[in-house]
Structures are given as structure tokens and as C-alpha cells.
């Protein structure tokens, strides 16, 4: 049976999963900021999934599927591709060419990020029970590691104010407000705040995508 962080955590993949649903049986073609976000909650959903079944899974399993988490976080970048594109989208503007720089900045830093995690002895994962959830922590990952998706969010906030999406801006808010004020280095329900967290930056991007939808 699941504990209680574990039941939360599979919350948020069910949330991360409608969101897929939703883009994929909403649009017929796909821009690249979809894509990006597509690829973003596909990997939230496998994070969030994975921690609910630490305790269900075998240790060597659990290490295994715990590796692509990783790797999926390092192209948290990616983000900046939809912001962008909001933009260009609210701005009618299509000589702005901010999504497609984005892209290849954001890959330029994603791969980057990818390569100093594999470096070396590649990605050392050490198992951690705690609080009701089992799963496996990287002793290599420090504060320097989150400073992409903290300025992906802090971007996402800036857009939102700028093109006055309140939804926009209230899911990078929330997500800002969890991240710092329960840290998961250091507060023991700190990882599964800040996956809530990143549920709420979500789902402001998927109100903001409804919203200039409806807007045409």
C-alpha cells in the first residue's frame, strides 16, 4: 500500500499525464513550445511515477528508473522555447524569432548540463528512505545544477507580468515560493513540495496555452 507522499506523488504523474492529454487530443499539429512542454511534463510524470513506487520496486530496479529522472531534469531549459513562443504568440509579431533562438540556447545548456552529470564516473546515485518515500538521491548534484530552472521560472514570471497572463505568472510564483521556502536539500518534505511546485508552473502554462487558444 502506498504511504501518503507516495499517493501525492502519483497525484502529480496523473496531473502531468492529463496535461499530455490534453495537448495531444486538443491540437492536431504541434508547435515547437508544445513540444517542449510535452517533453517537459512526459518527464515530470516518469519523476513523480518512479518516486510513488520506491517502495513497491526492488533496489536494482528502483536505481535503474531512477537514472532517466535525472537526465530528464537537465532539459528543464527547454521551457524558455514556450515561453518564448508565448510572446511571439501575444505579440503578433512573427518577426520576433524568439522561440527558435530559444531552442538552441536552451538545447546549447541542456546538453551541457547532461554532459557535466555523465562526466567522470558518470551519475552516482545513492539510496535514500525518508518520510514515507524510497527513492535514490545524486551526491554530484548541487545548488550550481538548479540555476537553469530557477531562471527558466524567474523568465516564465517575467513573461507573465510583461503579457499580463495571471495564470502564467501565478504558476512560476508558486513554484518560486515552494522551491525557496521548503528547499529539498533541506526540508524533509522539500522534494515533494517542489514537485507540487512544478504542477503549479504547469498548469499555468497549460492556462495560458487555453488562454491564447481561445484567443485564436
Known amino acids: 500500500m502506498l504511504t501518503l507522499p507516495e499517493s501525492l506523488h502519483l497525484l502529480f504523474a496523473c496531473v502531468n499525464l492529463s496535461y499530455l492529454v490534453y495537448i495531444a487530443t486538443t491540437y492536431s499539429q ?14 515530470l510524470a516518469w519523476d513523480n511515477t518512479i518516486l510513488a513506487l520506491g517502495n513497491t520496486l526492488s533496489t536494482e530496479s528502483l536505481e535503474m528508473l531512477s537514472k532517466p529522472r535525472f537526465w530528464l531534469h537537465s532539459f528543464v531549459p527547454l521551457l524558455s522555447v514556450t515561453v518564448a513562443e508565448f510572446i511571439e504568440r501575444m505579440q503578433s509579431d512573427s518577426r520576433l524569432q524568439l522561440s527558435r533562438a530559444s531552442l538552441f540556447f536552451s538545447i546549447f545548456v541542456s546538453l551541457a548540463q547532461l554532459s557535466k552529470m555523465l562526466s567522470g564516473k558518470g551519475l552516482e546515485l545513492q539510496r535514500k528512505a525518508a518520510h514515507g518515500v524510497v527513492h535514490f538521491t ?40 515552494v522551491s525557496g521556502a521548503f528547499p529539498p536539500n533541506r526540508h524533509p518534505y522539500g522534494g515533494l513540495l517542489s514537485n507540487f511546485g512544478e504542477c503549479c508552473l504547469m498548469a499555468g502554462f497549460a492556462a495560458a496555452e487555453g488562454s491564447l487558444r481561445r484567443l485564436g
Open 30 to 43: 504541434l508547435s515547437l513550445g508544445l513540444w517542449a512542454t510535452l517533453f517537459i511534463n512526459a518527464g
Open 138 to 177: 545524486s551526491p554530484r548534484l548541487t545548488a550550481v545544477d538548479i540555476i537553469p530552472a530557477v531562471l527558466i521560472t524567474l523568465a516564465t514570471l517575467a513573461a507573465g507580468a510583461f503579457l499580463g497572463s495571471t495564470p502564467l505568472a501565478s504558476g512560476a510564483l508558486a513554484m518560486l515560493i
